[in-house]
């Protein structure tokens, strides 16, 4: 492959409505999109860090210092034949799976351009469409979230997350549970914040037949969670404890979780995904992919990988309209029929960077030569 320089863009783009988890509330998304260019093709991804280091150690700031110090530095002289070949190259440097996944996730894109195939298709994908959840963030009262919840059932969602926290968790629960019953595909998504010492309380959640829990105790365990599985029925979903090939393995091992939530950006990139989801597909580990408020391009990622063999649960990707008044895609991510999106089916990511809105989101660029 022919890569010829590397683009930083920094963007802030305001979300329709606040979005609130354990961690906070969020109204702009201040993300980082890369590009790569090479033979007269660009590759696109995105960033998920976030500007404070409240989801993983990382941010915005530290994500383009390691771009700039070493990531794009690492790639000078080096002979790429193929985009899996990014992550050995980048296994000298510890951690920092995000700044990784980021220039990786573009060179995929890339390679997809060049090689005139589709990014889903590149990796092995065998789906044409995929089925799609949202994710509900904390709303101000029961009501509100009922009246979130009802809007999202009646546009074809397949799934339903919603987002607790130590007093925001078996009320609202049974709230959703008494109004629109137990066929409702229904998940908690606790953001690491309980401990061993609620487990009576997590165990509660059996009554009410969710999906899973996602990642109810800390953000770097395995161990507790194996401890909490075996207490409770509901499926425990590992998230942000997941951000290797061999982390998962470990937990599957230690019986931690029965179910992992696959996240580009949290695990280096895309090769190391379709290695977590192979080895749960080899281990029957249902996986699904996770969002963090991306837009189209990130989006576009999250399709691609989704159409794997073992993505049997309806992940997070929405359409754009859901988080954006106007994306920085066309065509916007859509339903094709309610709660479906369509696998795109051009070159790489499929969809065309709208580089005016781009700019007019940008904060600051930078373009580095190779």
């Given at each position: 492959m022919n890569i010829e320089n590397v683009k930083m863009t920094q963007l802030k783009m305001p979300l329709k409505s606040k979005f609130e988890t354990s961690f906070g509330s969020t109204t702009v998304r201040d993300f980082l999109l890369v590009s790569v260019d090479g033979d007269g093709k660009t590759g696109y991804c995105e960033s998920v860090a976030m500007p404070d280091p409240m989801y993983n150690e990382e941010t915005t700031e530290t994500v383009i210092n390691m771009l700039k110090e070493h990531l794009i530095p690492k790639l000078k002289g080096e002979s790429i034949n193929h985009p899996s070949e990014i992550s050995q190259i980048y296994s000298i440097f510890r951690r920092n799976q995000m700044a990784?996944?980021?220039?990786?996730?573009?060179?995929?894109d890339l390679y997809g351009k060049q090689k005139n195939i589709t990014l889903a298709s590149a990796l092995g994908g065998t789906r044409t469409s995929i089925d799609v959840g949202v994710s509900i963030g904390i709303?101000?009262?029961?009501?509100?979230?009922?009246?979130?919840?009802?809007?999202t059932l009646s546009e074809g969602y397949k799934k339903i997350k919603i987002k607790i926290k130590p007093g925001w968790d078996l009320e609202p629960?049974?709230?959703?549970?008494?109004?629109?019953?137990?066929?409702?595909?229904?998940?908690?998504?606790?953001?690491?914040?309980?401990?061993?010492?609620?487990?009576?309380?997590?165990?509660?959640?059996?009554?009410?037949?969710?999906?899973?829990?996602?990642?109810?105790?800390?953000?770097?365990?395995?161990?507790?969670?194996?401890?909490?599985?075996?207490?409770?029925?509901?499926?425990?979903?590992l998230d942000e404890s997941i951000h290797s090939v061999e982390d998962a393995r470990k937990a599957i091992k230690l019986g931690s979780c029965k179910i992992i939530n696959i996240k580009i950006g949290r695990v280096g990139g895309l090769t190391n995904a379709k290695r977590i989801h192979d080895l749960c597909e080899e281990h029957h580990i249902p996986v699904w992919c996770g969002g963090m408020l991306e837009s189209g391009i990130g989006r576009a990622h999250n399709i691609a990988i989704a159409s794997?063999?073992?993505?049997?649960?309806?992940?997070?990707?929405?359409?754009?309209?859901?988080?954006?008044?106007?994306?920085?895609?066309?065509?916007?991510?859509?339903?094709?029929?309610p709660g479906v999106i369509e696998v795109p089916n051009a070159?790489?990511?499929?969809?065309?960077?709208?580089?005016?809105?781009?700019?007019?989101?940008?904060?600051?660029?930078?373009?580095?030569?190779?």
């Open positions: 990784k996944s980021s220039i990786e996730g573009a060179i995929w709303e101000s009262t029961i009501d509100a979230l009922l009246k979130k919840v009802d809007d629960i049974k709230a959703i549970r008494k109004q629109f019953g137990n066929d409702v595909p229904l998940m908690a998504d606790a953001n690491s914040a309980y401990s061993l010492a609620d487990k009576q309380l997590l165990a509660e959640l059996d009554q009410y037949g969710l999906m899973m829990i996602e990642q109810p105790l800390a953000h770097d365990d395995i161990v507790d969670h194996a401890e909490l599985q075996e207490f409770m029925n509901t499926p425990i979903c794997l063999s073992n993505f049997t649960i309806p992940g997070d990707t929405s359409p754009s309209s859901r988080y954006w008044g106007k994306d920085i895609i066309h065509p916007e991510i859509v339903f094709s029929t070159s790489g990511i499929g969809v065309h960077v709208d580089l005016e809105q781009v700019e007019n989101y940008a904060v600051r660029t930078e373009v580095v030569s190779l």
